[in-house]
């Protein structure tokens, strides 16, 4: 079955570090990019960025350049989202999908990420 | 920033026909997409390519565009099309998403 399966839900407090993953199967991972996007509580839906996990070629959506950082490790089909220092408003839902041209074809499940002192 | 919008929210009684609009000062020059988000659930692709619907999803969901506004268009609306609607597109190599429209049908 293709599928992105994502790392489960987090609680973390500010200032911490965090990496969520996602994993894909079912199709060559590494020929396709991977998007991150936002959903903060009650909110839309925000682009972070994309990262290809054939060489980890990385592009970040203007507002979180720096706040966060992609990687991935095609040997384990994974993808991950790692924050340095946490904040209070980095608590959100966060998915991965997979990119097929200009669409995104393929969601994780979200991981539930929750920062709070 | 390159901005999309679209209504808050939209109401259609079961039955009939739902139009959402996503609009954007250059979105005439930029392929949509359109993702279907029930409560609780990850987003789901509804229409690619302003108009082309992937497999698996009904044909009642239709896309257009005009200009710089995108339309997703829902004929025959049942109760489990009741979601958030997103639409999405490119520019300048970046991903933008509309604020999201949250159709009710009642």
């Known amino acids: 079955e293709v599928q992105l399966v994502q790392s489960g839900p987090e609680v973390r407090r500010p200032g911490e570090s965090l990496k969520i993953s996602c994993k894909g199967s079912?199709?060559?991972?590494?020929?396709?990019?991977i998007a991150w996007v936002r959903q903060m509580p009650g909110k839309g839906l925000e682009w972070m960025g994309v990262?290809?996990?054939?060489?980890?070629?990385?592009r970040y959506g203007p507002s979180l350049q720096g706040q966060v950082t992609f990687s991935a490790d095609k040997s384990i089909s994974t993808a991950y989202l790692h924050w340095s220092s946490l904040k209070t408003s980095d608590t959100a839902m966060y998915y991965c999908?997979?990119?097929?041209?200009?669409?995104?074809?393929?969601w994780g499940q979200g991981t539930l990420v929750t920062v709070s002192s | 920033s390159y901005e999309l919008t679209q209504p808050p929210s939209v109401s259609v009684s079961p039955g009939q026909a739902a139009s959402i609009t996503c609009s954007g000062n250059?979105?005439?020059?930029?392929?949509v997409c359109w993702y279907q988000q029930r409560p609780g659930q990850s987003p789901v692709l509804v229409i690619y390519?302003?108009?082309r619907r992937p497999s698996g999803i009904p044909e009642r969901f239709s896309g257009s565009r005009s200009g710089n506004t995108a339309t997703l268009t829902i004929s025959g609306t049942q109760a489990m099309d009741e979601a958030d609607y997103y639409c999405?597109?490119?520019?300048?190599?970046?991903?933008?998403f509309g604020g999201g429209t949250t159709l009710t049908v009642v």
């Open positions: 999908a997979r990119r097929d041209s200009q669409s995104l074809t393929l």
């Open positions: 250059k979105l005439g020059n930029e392929n």
């Open positions: 079912g199709y060559n991972f590494d020929t396709y990019w």
């Open positions: 990262i290809f996990p054939g060489d980890s070629d990385s």
């Open positions: 999405q597109a490119w520019h300048s190599s970046l991903a933008v």
């Open positions: 390519q302003n108009n």
